[in-house]
């Protein structure tokens, strides 16, 4: 079954202490990206990454960091969280081109 | 960069009356236009999308309408079903020299009355 899978779906921490959000796809996707949902702002990009070693900002990329090492998976790293952080997080990937998104079942990070 | 909008944020129907979602955006550069659904704990999902070469796109009882020269477009659902309660987002994508840059609007709260 094609898949993105997120992991934890959900987190409650403390101000400063590290965190990864792990992401995962099973369908080969070139293109993976990382959003944020906050209440009446819709999704906002994270960061994006092409392919391999590619990756770039999104919209609101500050206080988070991404690797792509491998094709399959797309860390969210959060080296010193802060409460703005407190969201819902999505991933998600795709093919190249104007093809459609397909989105994890989210993590709810809540930091205090 | 792009803006989209979308309205309304709320949107109360009866069970087999019509919804109608709206959402202009600003960059007239981009050229497709997915439509999520999204329900409560999960990911959004893709239910039709259209290109910037298609005034109108169906599938069953979802429809969406493209206007370029106005820059806005909109989803139709008619006969609506509990089931389709939930949270529309639209979005604009545009093709820039690092990738397509996918813009969502703000979410419109569907709710179904039976």
């Known amino acids: 079954e094609a898949q993105v899978t997120q992991n934890p779906r959900y987190l409650i921490t403390v101000t400063g202490k590290k965190l990864t959000v792990t992401c995962s796809q099973n369908?080969?996707?070139?293109?993976m990206s990382w959003y944020r949902q906050d209440p009446g702002l819709g999704l906002r990009q994270i960061y994006y990454?092409?392919?391999?070693?590619?990756?770039d900002k999104g919209d609101v990329p500050e206080g988070y960091k991404v690797s792509r090492k491998e094709k399959r998976n797309f860390p969210l790293i959060l080296e010193s969280p802060s409460p703005n952080q407190t969201s819902l997080y999505f991933c998600?990937?795709?093919?190249?081109?104007?093809?459609?998104?397909?989105f994890g079942d989210g993590t709810r990070l809540s930091i205090l | 960069g792009e803006n989209v909008e979308q309205h309304p944020s709320t949107l109360s129907v009866q069970e087999g009356d019509s919804a109608v979602i709206k959402c202009t955006y600003s960059d007239s550069a981009s050229n497709y236009f997915p439509w999520y659904k999204q329900e409560l704990g999960k990911g959004p999902q893709l239910i039709i999308d259209i290109r910037s070469n298609v005034g109108e796109k169906k599938d069953q009882r979802i429809a969406v309408t493209l206007n370029k020269t106005a820059k806005h477009f909109s989803l139709h659902i008619t006969e609506t079903q509990p089931e389709d309660s939930a949270v529309y987002f639209c979005?604009?994508?545009?093709?820039?020299?690092?990738?397509?840059?996918?813009?969502f609007g703000g979410g419109t709260r569907v709710l179904v009355k039976p």
């Open positions: 998600a990937s795709r093919e190249p081109g104007n093809q459609p998104q397909h």
């Open positions: 990454s092409m392919n391999v070693e590619v990756t």
């Open positions: 369908m080969n996707h070139e293109y």
């Open positions: 979005a604009a994508v545009m093709i820039k020299a690092a990738g397509n840059k996918l813009t």
